[in-house]
């Protein structure tokens, strides 16, 4: 007897081990392993934002994506050259997108129903940069309306971004860091193609002046303002 138990029980080491089943046939064999065969989980908690900092930042950024998708979408009208406008145009979308997925991130940070649709400003002078970047209207300033957004604010939102994205928490916050580097793939390639552009567009030593000055100007305010979070220094700038 104590032999076709032993007999049995080594059957069953030859096999490997039995996933339970309804019947012996059912039963799956799988091979033993060890706890040191799975992929260590290398991420760690605790990331410098909690989840209320986390959803006033996201606040934050989907205030510049709005703005910048509806400024954007104005000039589409007031902008003569043909490649500049169909071009924004999709850019105008992307960052729409962009908007749009922020806004459905912070039901999820614990901020209510009302959350989907809540953008907020850092500061009033965060506020008013954006108001400087949106202020070229007539068709003769291409080269401004473009450097604003192509030169000054995607930049800086692109560091930010990455910026949030190595600092928060790599575990619970995994979900703001996933939809934060689909944007910053995507603005990359916006960045790219309005630098693009305003080279082309910068065909004289005046337009280059022109493109150089308001940079320069944006930019002096942007670091006054300390950017989309209101925590820019002069260093990270």
């Not at 339970?20 to 060890?34: A, H, I, K, L, N």
């Not at 790219?192 to 552009?197: A, D, H």
């Not at 002046?209 to 002096?220: G, T, V």
Request: proline residues 4%.
């Amino acid at each position: 007897m104590s032999e076709g138990k032993s007999e049995g029980k080594s059957q069953v080491t030859a096999k490997g081990r039995m996933y339970p089943g309804m019947s012996q046939d059912e039963r799956t064999v799988f091979e033993p392993y060890s706890a040191f065969d799975i992929p260590a989980d290398l991420r760690t908690l605790h990331g410098r934002y909690d989840v209320v900092s986390t959803a006033l930042r996201v606040r934050n950024f989907r205030y510049a994506e709005e703005w910048m998708m509806m400024m954007m979408g104005g000039w589409l009208a007031t902008i003569p050259e043909l490649p500049a406008k169909t071009g924004l145009a999709k850019v105008v979308w992307e960052t729409a997108q962009a908007a749009d997925i922020l806004g459905k991130r912070l039901p999820e940070l614990r901020c209510g129903r009302k959350a989907a649709t809540a953008s907020e400003s850092a500061n009033k002078g965060f506020a008013d940069f954006i108001e400087a970047v949106s202020e070229p209207e007539s068709p003769d300033l291409t080269i401004e309306k473009l450097t604003g957004i192509f030169d000054v604010l995607k930049p800086h939102l692109i560091q930010v971004y990455e910026k949030t994205g190595r600092e928060t928490d790599q575990i619970c916050d995994a979900p703001t860091i996933e939809l934060l580097e689909d944007i910053v793939r995507k603005a990359r390639r916006h960045v790219s193609w309005g630098k693009e552009v305003l080279d082309r567009l910068c065909d004289t030593d005046a337009k280059r002046q022109r493109r150089q000055q308001r940079s320069s100007q944006l930019r002096a305010q942007l670091e006054v303002c300390g950017g989309v979070t209101g925590e820019l220094t002069t260093a990270s700038a």
